[in-house]
């Protein structure tokens, strides 16, 4: 935990994203289809050119849409009133081109200057939704493993209140320097760092580095149950979220159809979650972060930003899809 | 009209389509996006790559899937059953790959070599649907104005009960040879030759070339009201239903939810549209002309071929896209 620095000027930006930039294919596919490839229901295993063509080619025909998860996060942010810049890597490609209109097209300034297509294309993410709305997903990072400190845009951390940082980039290697080098820049400006722990998969891949980085640098923790308790290393939501509380200032910690808890050192605040009829969970906790940040970074208090988290993640899983753009204007209708 | 040869061995394909392949971007607009860019409301229109570039600029963000008018009914009419192939020219890129894959993901035989991708980029088409579920098109046709006789494949056409020829192909200057090349072949091993007038302003730029082969080529004709009323210089639908049954053996012509009326020399059959909630008409038409080539070939009667095409159609409109794989599912089930 870092206390920012009291005197600030006001930030122009709400939150700043940084993120790996991906297109998501969606394709519908079978339980059978996963147990034939030995995929694991729900979870994001990282897969290279090979394994993606292949499993490319085997899957239903696809719709493609821009994801990532912090990509996501800062759209749904945006749509929630949020000024919102992120920075992530694609290729000087079509599918590149594809992911910087759409993350533009809501209104997120988005300068990360694009790879040379032939060093390595924009990063994909094969997800398959299975009948009950799971998904489960395949990432080719592509040239999102060539983010590094390079790409961090100063000014624009600078700018903004909070800078989220998307887990999965302790997966990249060179973008763990750029986790702290954009950590140093934030909290020099009296500005707040925020992280995602992604994926209880990748918190093993690099748990004590996620442990150093959330004690030390982080303002703002976001996990799932399965999350936390990876990082924590126990099988006790409670006692995991007991833990985290001694680690960072402000967490919020979701439980799918449990709703979330909102902890600090001295709060508690269970949030319920939103009644919807499950289609896809693509980007569910995706859009909690994006609505808690939205109502955090306008000075709502914390359990309406508990509270706009639940309506955002409801919206996103009533829909194919993790940016459905009417289930979320609507959703932000309901929050006025 | 064209009468088949009495002795051709029985096909092993049902349907082989011809028609451009492009990748669809759709995204929401409102009537005033429209109005301020001087966009006809439901039309299509052909646009080069600058203006492609600015138009997708100012849309707001996209899903892409595979499209194509010819694709979409070929991919249909995979869905439900029928044996097809398509021949179409996308490039070497990534939404290249895109198409390739949905198409053949579908079970539908895909066998054009792509252009290089430095020669023109894959076509795309940008879609704006409106909130009252019209969709209005912008087509930048790249690659597909590559397509050429020599890109037939005269053993496709030949095991093939149908070749069915989409319109918009008129457009794409060498494609018209190969229309007539593509006839000779299949009229030659005793199959049938299909065309769709695809669009009113596309049968307005071509219609004499239109009037011409579909008197001497074509031995089933799709045709909206608009379209069959463009060929023939005529406010009234009725007169160009008169006129049709002139010049081709076997035409289907659809008047949105008034459905469509099956006509021939001798016979004449109304057919009822389906009810639907009408989400996105985006392939309404290609799904049509998709159930009845299906029914066709199987050997059904003409009013249960329209019957298909109904179905197939208003399952397509009850969704948003052109193929929407669970709709389509339950509309096979429907006419099991």
Not at 132 to 160: K, P, W, Y
Not at 321 to 333: E, H, I, S, Y
Request: a negative charge.
């Amino acid at each position: 935990m870092t206390i920012a620095a009291p005197a600030a000027p006001a930030p122009s930006l709400d939150i700043l994203g940084i993120g790996n930039a991906i297109v998501d294919v969606l394709a519908r596919a079978d339980d059978g289809f996963l147990a034939a490839r030995d995929l694991p229901k729900g979870g994001m295993r990282l897969i290279g050119p090979e394994d993606a063509e292949t499993l490319y080619a085997e899957m239903a025909p696809g719709i493609e849409s821009s994801g990532g998860s912090g990509a996501n996060t800062c759209a749904v942010a945006a749509m929630f009133g949020a000024k919102v810049g992120f920075l992530g890597k694609v290729a000087d490609d079509q599918l590149g081109k594809v992911f910087a209109h759409d993350i533009r097209a809501v209104g997120v300034t988005f300068p990360t200057a694009p790879l040379a297509a032939a060093t390595a294309p924009t990063a994909r993410c094969l997800i398959l939704v299975t009948p009950d709305g799971q998904r489960t997903m395949n990432t080719f990072l592509g040239a999102c493993v060539h983010f590094s400190a390079g790409d961090l845009d100063a000014a624009l951390i600078e700018a903004a209140a909070v800078t989220y940082l998307e887990g999965y980039l302790f997966d990249p290697p060179a973008a763990q320097a750029a986790f702290y080098e954009a950590s140093r820049i934030a909290h020099h400006a009296g500005r707040q760092v925020a992280i995602t722990l992604s994926d209880p998969f990748c918190v093993q891949r690099h748990r004590q580095a996620f442990r150093k980085f959330v004690r030390e640098e982080a303002d703002i923790l976001f996990a799932n149950e399965a999350e936390i308790c990876a990082l924590y290393e126990t099988d006790r939501f409670e006692e995991a979220a007991a833990l985290v509380r001694q680690d960072v200032a402000l967490a919020a910690l979701t439980r799918s159809e449990h709703g979330s808890v909102v902890v600090t050192e001295t709060e508690m605040h269970p949030v319920a979650a939103r009644p919807a009829r499950v289609q896809d969970t693509t980007g569910a906790g995706d859009a909690y972060a994006a609505g808690f940040l939205a109502a955090l970074t306008r000075g709502k208090p914390l359990p309406e930003c508990g509270k706009w988290g639940s309506v955002a993640a409801a919206a996103v899983i009533s829909e194919f899809g993790a940016r459905p753009l009417d289930a979320l204007k609507a959703a932000v209708a309901s929050v006025g």
